[in-house]
C-alpha cells in the first residue's frame, strides 16, 4: 500500500508518499498553497507542484496511492470543505479514501505519543487544535490577530511594527530591531522606514521573524518582551482548547510544532511555562518533523491500517532527517 500526506502552509507545500511500513518512497516540495492567500486554485498548483516531485522521485503513479491525508491552511470551518475538496480532487487521485483537516491537525497525529492531544502551531499565523482520547475536537478560530489570537511569525511582525512606531514616536522604548530592519527593508532611517511603511514602499513580513529573535538573543529588550507576549498569548489559546476538552487537570501532551519553537529558547520557555500554569500535567512536546508525517499517518487512519503497523510506521518516520535525505 501507498500512502500520500499533503502539508499546506503560507510559505510551502510538502508532499510524502510512504509505504505501510514507514518506509519513504518520494518527498516534494512546493510553494505556499492557503487559498485565504493563492486561491483555491492556487491551493491545487502547490499541492500539485509537491506531488509531482514526489512522484517522480518515487517512479509511481497517481493510481498507485491508496489513501491521502491532507492539512491545509486556510481551511477553517466547514463551510470551506466543498471547495477544499475540489481542490483536492483536482490532483486526480483514483482512491477516494481521503483525509482532509486543518494544517494543525497533522502534528497531533505526528507528534503525540498516543494519537491525540493538542497542537500549538507557529508559521506565518498560528493555530491550536486538540482531540482528545475520546475523538473529540476543540479548537480556536485560526484566523489570527483579527479574533484576538496571536503567537505567529505574521502576528508578531504586527506588534513588532507598533514598537517601532512607539520607538519614533517616543512612546515606547528604544530598540535594536529598528536598525536591523531599516537594514532589511533598504530604508535610510527610522522616520523613512515609518513613512515607507505607512505608503507601502517597505513591508514588514513574517520571514523577518528571525531578526526579532536575533535582537532578542543579543539582549534586546522590545524583542524579549514580544516574543515572551506571543509565547504566553499562544499559550493561553492552549488552555482555552484543554478546557473545551476538559483536559485542564488531566495529563495531556502539547506538540509544539513550528520553526519558532526551535530557534527560539526564550519563546519556547516563556510558552510552556504558562501552559503549566494553567496545566500542571501537560507534558509539552517539541516537535521538529514536518507536518507532513501526520499527514501520512491521517491516510493510514483513513484506510484503517492496524494500530500497530501505524505505531511502527509513525516511529520510522520520526526517525528521518528530512533536512539532509536522498528522498
Not at 293 to 302: L, N, Y
Amino acid at each position: 500500500m501507498v500512502f500520500l500526506g499533503i502539508d499546506v502552509g503560507g510559505s510551502k507545500t510538502h508532499a510524502l508518499l510512504s509505504d505501510e511500513s514507514g518506509q519513504v518512497l518520494g518527498f516534494g516540495v512546493g510553494p505556499g498553497g492557503n487559498p485565504e492567500m493563492v486561491g483555491y486554485d492556487g491551493l491545487t498548483l502547490a499541492m500539485q507542484a509537491a506531488l509531482q516531485k514526489a512522484l517522480k522521485k518515487s517512479g509511481m503513479k497517481h493510481s498507485q496511492i491508496t489513501a491521502a491525508g491532507f492539512g491545509i491552511a486556510g481551511y477553517d470551518w466547514p463551510f470551506q470543505y466543498h471547495d477544499t475538496l475540489q481542490a483536492v480532487q483536482a490532483l486526480g487521485l483514483r482512491t477516494q479514501i481521503l483525509a482532509i483537516e486543518n494544517d494543525a491537525v497533522p502534528p497531533i497525529y505526528g507528534g503525540s505519543t498516543h494519537g491525540w492531544g493538542i497542537a500549538a502551531c507557529v508559521g506565518t499565523g498560528n493555530n491550536v487544535r486538540g482531540v482528545d482520547a475520546q475523538g473529540r475536537i476543540g479548537r480556536i478560530t485560526g484566523n489570527s490577530s483579527t479574533f484576538g489570537e496571536y503567537g505567529g511569525a505574521g502576528e508578531i511582525m504586527q506588534t513588532v511594527l507598533q514598537r517601532l512606531a512607539w520607538m519614533w514616536t517616543g512612546r515606547g522604548k528604544a530598540t535594536a530591531l529598528a536598525e536591523l530592519l531599516i537594514r532589511d527593508c533598504g530604508a535610510t532611517n527610522l522616520g523613512d522606514l515609518i513613512a515607507g511603511l505607512v505608503a507601502e514602499r517597505y513591508h514588514l513580513k513574517a520571514d523577518q521573524a528571525p531578526l526579532v529573535v536575533q535582537a532578542a538573543e543579543s539582549g534586546d529588550a522590545v524583542s524579549g518582551e514580544v516574543l515572551t507576549w506571543h509565547a504566553r498569548e499562544l499559550a493561553a489559546s492552549v488552555l482555552a482548547v484543554a478546557g473545551q476538552l476538559d483536559l485542564t487537570e488531566q495529563p495531556f501532551e502539547v506538540v509544539m510544532a513550528g520553526k519558532l519553537f526551535q530557534v527560539s529558547e526564550l519563546y519556547r520557555k516563556s510558552f510552556i511555562e504558562c501552559v503549566q500554569v494553567g496545566a500542571k500535567l501537560a507534558e509539552c512536546k517539541l516537535f521538529t518533523s514536518p507536518p507532513v508525517v501526520g499527514a501520512v499517518i491521517m491516510a493510514m487512519q483513513a484506510a484503517r491500517a492496524g494500530g500497530a503497523g501505524i505505531a511502527k510506521a509513525r516511529a520510522a518516520l520520526l526517525g528521518i532527517d528530512f533536512k539532509n535525505n536522498k528522498y
